[in-house]
């Protein structure tokens, strides 16, 4: 079956440093996503990675290895803006997209 | 970026009414649309995926004749949850992929928080 692992809550400090993890199984695989998510609102797109490595965009950054079906997204400098959920979701070979349940991001000042 | 907008934000209606959602691609055209609902505290749950000018893709689990999908124009997509009842009252959220869009980005729409009394 086709599933997402990501961690349910992480708590940071402000200023600080944080990776989200997940870990993907799908029937094929055409890129993960991140996607950031307030309280009441839509999600918001992040990150996109389909190639090995590390894509670094601003503050975030998003590492893919295909071969471990793992990713993660790397906030730096915190801040309490950043307090969300955070989703990845994978595309798989029907580009379709499959959700993980998301990490709720808490940052403590 | 893209812009999706997603009418109306809030809407509360009595048990056995029926309500519409509008989901529209502002400045792209939607070749493909995505409605889903959300719970608190959950991840975002597919309910359909409309391609314009066809019958939509409902996924499993879903009633096809109490949330009725109409994708009549590249722009608009609406979602009517009919005959709604207190157990539908959840977050819903459009999104939509443009013409050729190969690495499947998606542009969420504001989402809806339907509340039925």
């Known amino acids: 079956g086709q599933n997402i692992d990501q961690p349910t809550e992480m708590t940071a400090t402000e200023g600080a440093i944080v990776q989200i993890n997940c870990t993907y199984q799908t029937s094929g695989f055409n890129g993960l996503f991140w996607y950031q998510q307030h309280a009441g609102e839509a999600p918001t797109f992040l990150s996109y990675?389909?190639l090995d490595g590390l894509e670094e965009k601003g503050r975030f950054s998003s590492f893919l290895s295909r071969s471990k079906g793992y990713s993660y997204l790397l906030l730096k400098e915190l801040q309490m803006k950043d307090s969300a959920s955070y989703l990845c979701?994978?595309?798989?070979?029907?580009?379709?997209?499959?959700w993980g349940a998301g990490t709720k991001l808490i940052i403590k000042p | 970026g893209a812009v999706v907008s997603q009418h109306p934000s809030w809407v509360i209606c009595k048990s056995g009414t029926s309500v519409k959602i509008e989901c529209r691609s502002l400045?792209?055209?939607?070749?493909?649309m995505f409605w889903y609902r959300q719970f608190p505290k959950q991840s975002l749950m597919l309910m359909a995926t409309?391609?314009?000018?066809?019958?939509?893709?409902?996924e499993q689990g879903v009633e096809k004749d109490k949330f009725l999908i109409n994708h009549a124009s590249l722009t608009l997509s609406t979602l009517t949850v009919t005959s709604a009842h207190p157990e539908d009252s959840s977050f819903y959220i459009c999104s939509a992929k443009g013409a050729g869009v190969d690495t499947g980005e998606l542009f969420f729409g504001e989402g809806s928080r339907l509340t039925v009394l």
């Open positions: 409309s391609n314009e000018g066809s019958k939509a893709t409902y």
């Open positions: 400045d792209f055209q939607a070749t493909t």
């Open positions: 990675n389909v």
């Open positions: 979701a994978a595309m798989d070979s029907n580009y379709q997209l499959i």
